[in-house]
């Protein structure tokens, strides 16, 4: 079945406890994006990939980290963790040709305290 | 930033009845997209129409582009209660060449059995 796996599915961390929130798809897509949604700020982007080592900034970047060492994987770090980076974070991909919309994963809720 | 905005925010109609939810945007773009969003799950994909088409069907979905007036429409037609969720339309951005999708706030549907 064609998806994208992101784990885990909840998590709650305390303030500055490295974290990694892993994605990956099977589909073989080029892009990936990174986005955070928040309830009244709707969904922002904060990284995206559009191919192996190409990764690029996207709306509020501040505290996240990503790599693309592999096509499959695109995973999202919290070096430092803060309470404003609780929210539900959503992983997808597409292929790079434009007339294809996104594959979204099932999504992981953040809690930081 | 949000480009996209859905209107209504929250609509609550009877199984059977037809659904419309209208998105307007600011910017050009190279297609437009429509997705699903069941409670705190991931988006879903239901239909992309591309800023050179005016009208898409995909099943009971009826999608209207209008480039001139920057605004697009959902229609749902025969609702069923498994249509209540969350709406979003995203635009992809333009003449960037990033890939990203902007999201717009949303409608929320409830369809009443």
């Known amino acids: 079945e064609a998806q994208v796996t992101q784990n885990p599915r909840y998590l709650i961390t305390v303030t500055g406890k490295k974290l990694t929130v892993t994605c990956s798809q099977n589909m073989n897509h080029e892009y990936m994006s990174w986005y955070r949604q928040d309830p009244g700020l709707g969904l922002r982007q904060i990284y995206y990939?559009?191919?192996?080592?190409?990764?690029d900034k996207g709306d509020v970047p501040e505290g996240y980290k990503v790599s693309r060492k592999e096509k499959r994987n695109f995973p999202l770090i919290l070096e430092s963790p803060s309470p404003n980076q609780t929210s539900l974070y959503f992983c997808?991909?597409?292929?790079?040709?434009?007339?294809?919309?996104?594959?979204f994963g099932s999504g992981t809720r953040l809690t930081v305290v | 930033s949000q480009q996209g905005e859905e209107d209504p925010q929250a609509l609550s109609i009877q199984e059977g009845e037809n659904a419309t939810m209208n998105c307007s945007y600011k910017?050009?773009?190279?297609?437009l997209q429509w997705y699903r969003q069941n409670s705190g799950r991931g988006l879903v994909h239901l239909i992309l129409i591309r800023s050179n088409e005016r009208e898409k069907h995909s099943g009971r979905l009826r999608v209207t582009l209008d480039t001139s007036k920057k605004s697009s429409s959902l229609l749902i037609t025969a609702s069923r209660a498994a249509d209540t969720a969350s709406y979003f339309c995203?635009?992809?951005?333009?003449?960037?060449?990033?890939?990203?999708?902007?999201f717009g706030q949303g409608t929320t549907l409830q369809v009443k059995p």
């Open positions: 997808a991909s597409s292929p790079y040709d434009r007339d294809y919309g996104y594959t």
């Open positions: 910017t050009s773009i190279n297609n």
């Open positions: 995203a635009t992809d951005a333009g003449s960037s060449n990033t890939g990203k999708l902007i």
């Open positions: 990939s559009m191919n192996v080592e190409v990764t």
